[in-house]
Nanobody
């Protein structure tokens, strides 16, 4: 599976961005697709995941602001990010896992990763 993440950019606090993760090679509907982020000097952290069942899970700090969704006809998963704050600044990565995804599943349990897209939120 090859993943392409896109949609990052520079936005002011309170603004919105929509990230896309498009896969090739196998259907996303077979996987859990997760979003992670890594800020400078910090470890990669879980943001959100959507399972093939449609179940989704979020990190507490993004609940109510971020929404993960899938368009499996396009083999694409989206991360809609609203009410962005400077603390959301990071490189965002999408990843897929041949198994169930949740907040407790660590990054190393994911099988394939995209290249990352930079999100910068200015105050």
């Amino acid at each position: 599976v090859q993943l392409q993440a896109s949609g990052g950019g520079l936005v002011q606090a309170g603004g919105s961005l929509r990230l896309s993760c498009t896969g090739s090679g196998r259907a996303f509907s077979l996987y859990a697709v997760g979003w992670f982020r890594q800020a400078p000097g910090r470890e990669r952290e879980f943001v959100a995941v959507i399972n093939w069942s449609g179940d989704s899970y979020y990190q507490d700090s993004v609940k109510g602001r971020f929404t993960v969704s899938g368009d499996y006809a396009k083999n694409t998963v989206y991360l809609q990010m609203n009410s962005l704050i400077p603390e959301d600044t990071a490189v965002y990565y999408c990843a897929v896992r041949n198994g169930f995804g949740s907040r407790e599943v660590p990054a190393h349990a994911y099988d394939y990763w995209g290249q990352g897209t930079q999100v910068t939120v200015s105050s």
